[in-house]
């Protein structure tokens, strides 16, 4: 299994990090330098990509290599998955001397390793890297393979850049890549490195079929896998596939890391942001999460938050306004105004996620995870709290969120802030049965969530509207010109919030009416 860290570093600073003291303290001799050429292999219908293997033949001076890669992913930076490497004649892969490497049975190696792929293997995609290598001998002991990879990745006439450290663990503990990583951070504006080479050419090899066939570009953003809990699981485990399933659709999404402009990854990634604070506030009673880590997480949710509602507003909420241009009614100049308000909001969450501070914070939370830093000073009860079944914890857990729901409910009449703690409930009792619902079964479980995800949607909307009158109230002191055509559209929108209120009503009956899953 190979365990390394990416990390992403602006060409402009290359120099600083081949100076850096830490390189210097730690490196056991000058660095290797190689120049390689790597060809990326797979079958017209991308039979290997389909089952998440990648096969590479890399040429470094007179020598081939052939390395396969499969399983594994990546967590919070972490790339964790499994190699196997042979020497080759030329530059096409071997897959019978591979075949004996991997020696499994399963049903990926079957198709990747049939007579039939062998036959139909194509280059999709290149290399070219210029690398510098370090070997490393950290603090107590810990082995580091320092990887410093710039070059491009090429598919025709598309290339990509490359500028990356790679922090590859030899020998030791996988904490040490991150307390080193850190270290670098206070130097140097680094940012996490989720995408591999391969991912970059097959991207580029799925723009150029695009491009072929003069289709437009797609959304790259990503919704949650099923995540498949066991009612034998202890809560400690279910804590961390929780975690894991919410940590990959928020670094799948990640608005830094490519395709900055689309709105869909950036309303994915606070999604999984959501959903994993949700999981924070599940899991409160046995698992604490650290103040520290808590308060960086809100600031970046609030970042991304901030951009989606104006996204809301200028694709979504005023679009929903009959066209109007009378006098000096203009609703198109309103929604022009919004929709530049949402791309300098939406630069602006681009850049906190791009930045150092939400570097730290996910190397930190990536080390307090795979540390399980919540076991620190816990005492016996706590452990045991950790060790119970999984069932019995989350039929409590659904209890509690049904009491706090209703007790939220009983004040929906009063006022915009009950409605909006009231969505805020029934929100995380969505994600909380929809994290348990494989104990239960889609039978079981369906109706209730189905009900339950009719109400949060109709407060959604509620919710919309209520940010949107706030919104324009700031559009229209920016832009004092568009005073009428604002005041129209806030009136507008005023007797839709009043009209939606006999659909909350039906809707909160309806969920009242169903029974927990069991």
């Known amino acids: 299994m190979e365990t390394e860290l990416k990390l992403l570093l602006a060409p402009e600073h290359t120099k600083a990090f081949i100076r850096h003291p830490l390189i210097k303290r730690h490196a056991q001799a000058a660095p290797r330098i190689k120049d390689q050429t790597g060809t990326y292999f797979d079958t017209p219908d991308l039979l290997l990509r389909q089952n998440e293997a990648g096969l590479r033949v890399r040429r470094t001076g007179n020598e081939f290599v052939q390395t396969l890669k499969a399983g594994g992913g990546v967590h919070g930076g972490l790339h964790q998955r499994n190699e196997w490497e042979s020497l080759v004649e030329g530059d096409a892969p071997d897959l019978p001397v591979l075949r004996d490497l991997v020696a499994s049975d399963d049903d990926w190696a079957r198709k990747i390793f049939s007579e039939r792929t062998a036959a139909q293997l194509t280059p999709i995609f290149s290399t070219r890297i210029q690398r510098m290598v370090w070997d490393l001998v950290l603090d107590e002991g810990t082995q580091v393979e320092c990887v410093l990879d710039q070059g491009t990745v090429e598919h025709g006439d598309l290339k990509a850049q490359v500028c990356e450290i790679e922090l590859e663990l030899k020998e030791?503990?996988?904490?040490?890549?991150?307390?080193?990583?850190?270290?670098?951070?206070?130097?140097?504006?680094?940012?996490?490195?989720?995408?591999?080479?391969?991912?970059?050419?097959?991207?580029?090899?799925?723009?150029?079929?695009?491009?072929?066939?003069?289709?437009?570009?797609?959304?790259?953003?990503?919704?949650?896998?099923?995540?498949?809990?066991?009612?034998?699981?202890?809560?400690?485990?279910?804590?961390?596939?929780?975690?894991?399933?919410?940590?990959?659709?928020?670094?799948?999404?990640?608005?830094?890391?490519?395709?900055?402009?689309?709105?869909?990854?950036?309303?994915?990634?606070?999604?999984?942001?959501?959903?994993?604070?949700?999981?924070?506030?599940?899991?409160?009673?046995?698992?604490?999460?650290?103040?520290?880590?808590?308060?960086?997480?809100?600031?970046?949710?609030?970042?991304?938050?901030?951009a989606r509602d104006w996204d809301v507003l200028a694709t979504q909420t005023l679009g929903k306004l009959p066209p109007q241009a009378i006098g000096a009614i203009d609703l198109e100049r309103v929604r022009h105004a919004a929709l530049v308000e949402a791309g300098k909001e939406h630069a602006h969450a681009v850049q906190a996620v791009a930045s150092p501070r939400y570097t730290a914070l996910v190397l930190q939370f990536s080390r307090w995870l795979l540390l399980a830093g919540w076991r620190d000073g816990r005492d016996e009860d706590a452990q045991e709290a950790l060790a119970q079944t999984l069932s019995r914890f989350a039929r409590q857990m659904l209890r509690r969120d049904e009491r706090r729901l209703n007790k939220r409910g009983a004040h929906l009449e009063e006022n915009d802030r009950a409605r909006h703690r009231t969505r805020i409930a029934a929100k995380k009792m969505r994600y909380d049965i929809e994290f348990f619902q494989a104990l239960y079964g889609e039978k079981s479980s369906r109706p209730y969530l189905k009900a339950l995800s009719r109400l949060q949607e109709q407060l959604g909307l509620q919710n919309d509207l209520v940010v949107a009158d706030a919104l324009l109230q700031q559009l229209q002191q920016k832009q004092a010109r568009l005073a009428p055509s604002i005041a129209y559209a806030r009136g507008y929108l005023a007797g839709q919030v009043k009209d939606g209120h006999a659909r909350m009503h039906r809707r909160w009956k309806k969920w009242q009416a169903r029974e927990l899953p069991r």
Not at 203 to 232: D, E, M, T, W
């Open 172 to 306: 030791g503990n996988a904490s040490a890549l991150f307390d080193f990583a850190l270290q670098l951070l206070q130097d140097l504006p680094l940012r996490i490195g989720i995408q591999s080479k391969a991912q970059r050419g097959y991207g580029l090899f799925h723009q150029a079929i695009r491009k072929q066939n003069g289709l437009a570009a797609v959304s790259s953003a990503s919704h949650a896998r099923p995540l498949r809990l066991a009612r034998k699981m202890t809560v400690e485990q279910a804590f961390l596939a929780v975690l894991g399933n919410c940590v990959e659709q928020i670094q799948a999404n990640d608005i830094a890391d490519q395709d900055s402009h689309d709105i869909e990854r950036l309303h994915q990634m606070r999604v999984g942001l959501r959903r994993l604070r949700s999981a924070f506030t599940l899991f409160d009673e046995v698992i604490a999460l650290p103040a520290s880590l808590a308060t960086e997480f809100e600031w970046v949710s609030q970042a991304i938050g901030h």
